[in-house]
């Protein structure tokens, strides 16, 4: 079983934190906003039996440093781009989800021969197409309760109660002030609609049908611009369907990546 940790530093000089476990074809796994590598700490064992996992800490995150500026998903996707030249891997599968899932589009129409399958998961085209969160959700995030508020949209009451923490999705506590803003930005300003049509790989799009994050009819929308893309909605799941419906969203991952 491979592990091993090293800093490789992107064009502009940000080092940004690297992590490769398991063992196996290569598969890249991007985390939501504001989040690590940490974000798959409760899937990733079952990923690395069969893959070696490579994840790395957003700019602003993390052991990654934290640059001053405006982020965008297309600069993740350049910053993804330059984790996997340092061990050269050439050729790799993605695992997106939310602002991965949409850095992960980008990284798929820039390096069309080095993405070899796709999924993307709980996410969005973003710009005027997508389907955004509600007002309502919005302030709820930004007021006093919003941690309580963000639990409840990542997960339902009943795996709470049977899962009581702590999450590892809900960002990083060590983030500056100006580094969540900076990827607030990059998520609000992703817009990859016109360019999904190039994504040459398969893709699988997975949700959760009560998604109130990402609402699930962006699923639809993504399969309807992506060529060769299937979709599957986890029924009555919410934003972090990969953890709560592991035992079926991991099997079916690997599934299709076998494939």
């Known amino acids: 079983m491979l592990e091993y940790h090293q800093i490789t530093r992107t064009a502009d000089r940000t080092r940004l934190a690297v992590q490769v ?26 990923l690395e039996r069969e893959h070696t996992t490579v994840t790395f800490d957003y700019r602003g995150t993390g052991g990654s440093d934290s ?3 405006d982020y965008t998903t297309m600069m993740f996707a350049d910053d993804a781009l330059t984790v996997m030249d340092s061990p050269a891997i050439t050729r790799f599968d993605v695992y997106g989800t939310s602002m991965g899932g949409r850095t992960a589009q980008w990284l798929a129409v820039k390096a069309p021969q080095r993405v070899r399958r796709l999924i993307l998961g709980c996410s969005t085209c973003g710009g005027a197409h997508a389907v955004e969160r509600s007002a309502e959700i919005r302030r709820l995030l930004s007021g006093p309760g919003a941690t309580r508020a963000l639990v409840d949209l990542m997960y339902t009451p ?10 590892t999705v809900l960002g990083d506590p060590h983030m500056t002030d100006a580094a969540r803003r900076s990827h607030l930005y990059a998520s609000n300003t992703h817009n990859a609609w016109e360019h999904l049509s190039q994504i040459a790989a398969p893709t699988l799009i997975l949700h959760g049908s009560d998604d109130e994050m990402a609402p699930a009819v962006n699923a639809d929308i993504l399969a309807g611009r992506i060529p060769d893309s299937r979709t599957h909605i986890f029924d009555s799941a919410r934003h972090a369907y990969f953890d709560e419906c592991a035992d079926l969203a991991t099997p079916m991952a690997l599934e299709f990546l076998a494939d």
């Open 158 to 167: 009943q795996w709470q109660a049977n899962n009581p923490g702590p999450y």
């Open 67 to 69: 640059p001053a500026g």
């Open 21 to 46: 476990r398991g063992h196996g074809p290569a598969l890249l796994l991007m985390p939501g906003q504001a989040n690590n590598h940490h974000w798959w700490d409760r899937v990733r064992a079952d």
